[in-house]
């Protein structure tokens, strides 16, 4: 059997998909840059309420905040909440689960470009796959493929709810046992899943060194 991916001249990489399953891929690849997109995100990177804005707001009388606390409020001003959506959590985690003031520092410095740069990979990639056979991928779509097809399997895997290499196993048995007989929303994401996760290991070995 012919593997997805192959090595062709120069580096790249041939992708052996026909045109129908290279739409699929697509598909998936942007419906992930869209679930990305902070106006699709409830949350959308929201920031904190707004400071206060009034003849008060500046007042240096004797009962003004001190530094701390105009640091303190500012800190909350420029807060930026959490993914709404599960599955975009995943995508965009915590840098810290047992420092939540790191962890809020991080998102709030880190986030809005994590979100351009993973939307910026994602349609790089979708592009790639959206054109006409032969499809040769340069080493930066190979890259841009591979990190699209992680996040995918990650979406993917939150509404499936996998969260343990056990879950993924009763997954596959499952499928193995003809659960995808009868056409349930939960099969056909689960074949996605085994289809992506396929084809994610086959671009990995295809990019590893040779010899």
Do not use: C
């Not at 045109?19 to 990177?45: F, H, K, N, Q």
């Not at 606390?69 to 001003?77: G, R, S, T």
């Not at 979406?155 to 995808?180: C, K, Q, S, W, Y």
């Amino acid at each position: 059997m012919k593997s997805t991916f192959a090595r062709a001249r120069g580096g790249r990489i041939k992708v052996r998909l026909g045109d129908a399953d290279r739409g699929v891929v697509a598909g998936l690849l942007e419906a992930v840059a869209d679930l990305l997109d902070p106006e699709a995100d409830p949350s959308g990177g929201a920031r904190g309420a707004e400071p206060p804005v009034g003849p008060d707001a500046g007042s240096a009388g004797p009962h003004a905040p001190d530094e701390a606390a105009l640091w303190a409020n500012l800190e909350a001003d420029l807060a930026v909440e959490p993914p709404a959506d599960p599955a975009v959590a995943r995508l965009l985690p915590d840098a810290s689960r047992d420092d939540p003031e790191l962890a809020q520092s991080f998102r709030r410095l880190t986030e809005q470009d994590l979100r351009e740069r993973k939307r910026d990979s994602l349609a790089l990639a979708a592009a790639a796959m959206r054109r006409a056979a032969p499809v040769v991928l340069t080493d930066g779509e190979a890259q841009a493929l591979l990190k699209g097809l992680t996040d995918v399997r990650l979406v993917l895997a939150e509404r499936l709810g996998i969260a343990t290499d056990e879950d993924a196993e009763f997954l596959h048995a499952a499928l193995a046992a003809g659960a995808a007989q009868g056409g349930q929303e939960w099969a056909k994401a689960a074949e996605l899943y085994e289809v992506v996760t396929y084809l994610q290991e086959e671009l990995v070995h295809t990019l590893l060194p040779s010899g």
